[in-house]
């Protein structure tokens, strides 16, 4: 049986269509804003601070194998309601909230680890979903394209360890960075430039694990590039999630946007 924490985005509703397809036993942890799984019989409501009634549903459904996929917010630790092991743990999950997103990620995949519980790649079941190497519309980057492109990289790899910058717009001489508010929140503020063109990289994290929390693109983002009038948008190859890839290539060539994957 597998394990599966599920958070917000359409991504954990792909994994689960492909894994009833297989006929593989599975469990929901849904850890989404909405309790989006509830209807699944197999869907169980946890509190990411709640480690014992976590691991002991994990032990009873005898899961030793478990995938992390969708958008996980950090929780509120003045609200975090912590179950007598979340207490054991609490020291180790501060120090971890002080790093950012991805050092509580990390955590929680350590005490599973200690646990005997192994974390395997999120994209295990849908491999389709992650871009290779390669140039998917006609439209290729410009010469001032590829200079944005070289600066935006540059400034990703200076970015902290634990940090939460998946994303960034390169404008010219303009870098604008991601902030805990999202890809979305980030592109929405372009439309306030006049400057109509730069371009999207979305990377994973510096030092990421990467089994859990790819930069995930969909038909929405494109939108959103085309609105702010970006030109391009970048990945790295296979350790991304591109959803409705299809829909996104047509709307990507038909408004003259390049898809980059390096």
């Known amino acids: 049986m597998i394990g599966l924490f599920f958070g917000d985005t359409d991504f954990p509703k792909l994994i689960l269509k492909k894994i009833k397809k297989t006929k593989k036993?599975?469990?929901?942890?849904?850890?989404?804003?909405?309790?989006?799984?509830?209807?699944?019989?197999?869907?169980?409501?946890?509190?990411?601070?709640?480690?014992?009634?976590?691991?002991?549903?994990?032990?009873?459904?005898?899961?030793?194998?478990?995938?992390?996929?969708?958008?996980?917010?950090?929780?509120?630790?003045?609200?975090?309601?912590?179950?007598?092991?979340?207490?054991?743990?609490?020291?180790?999950?501060?120090?971890a909230y002080k790093k950012g997103d991805a050092a509580i990620l990390k955590e929680l995949i350590n005490i599973l680890a200690l646990e005997k519980v192994k974390v395997i790649k999120s994209t295990f079941f849908t491999p389709e979903l992650s871009l290779k190497k390669g140039n998917y519309t006609k439209y290729k980057p410009t010469k001032d394209d590829l200079i944005d492109i070289k600066k935006g990289e540059n400034i990703l790899k200076k970015t902290n360890a634990f940090d939460h910058i998946q994303a960034?717009?390169?404008?010219?001489?303009?870098?604008?960075?991601?902030?805990?508010?999202?890809?979305?929140?980030?592109?929405?503020?372009?439309?306030?430039?006049?400057?109509?063109?730069?371009?999207?990289?979305?990377y994973p994290k510096k030092k990421q694990d990467m089994r859990v929390d790819l930069p995930t693109i969909g038909l929405d983002t494109l939108k959103d590039c085309k609105k702010a009038g970006l030109k391009g948008v970048i990945l790295k190859d296979k350790q991304n999630i591109f959803l409705e890839k299809k829909k996104c290539i047509n709307f990507a060539t038909k408004n003259k946007i390049f898809i980059l994957v390096k």
């Open 25 to 95: 036993k599975y469990l929901i942890l849904d850890l989404s804003k909405k309790n989006i799984f509830k209807k699944d019989l197999k869907s169980f409501r946890v509190n990411i601070g709640q480690f014992g009634s976590i691991l002991k549903l994990l032990r009873e459904k005898k899961c030793k194998k478990v995938i992390f996929a969708g958008k996980i917010d950090k929780p509120n630790l003045s609200k975090l309601k912590l179950d007598l092991t979340g207490i054991y743990y609490l020291p180790r999950i501060i120090k």
């Open 168 to 202: 960034i717009v390169v404008r010219e001489n303009s870098v604008f960075k991601e902030t805990s508010k999202g890809t979305k929140n980030l592109i929405k503020k372009m439309n306030k430039t006049k400057i109509k063109r730069g371009v999207l990289i979305k």
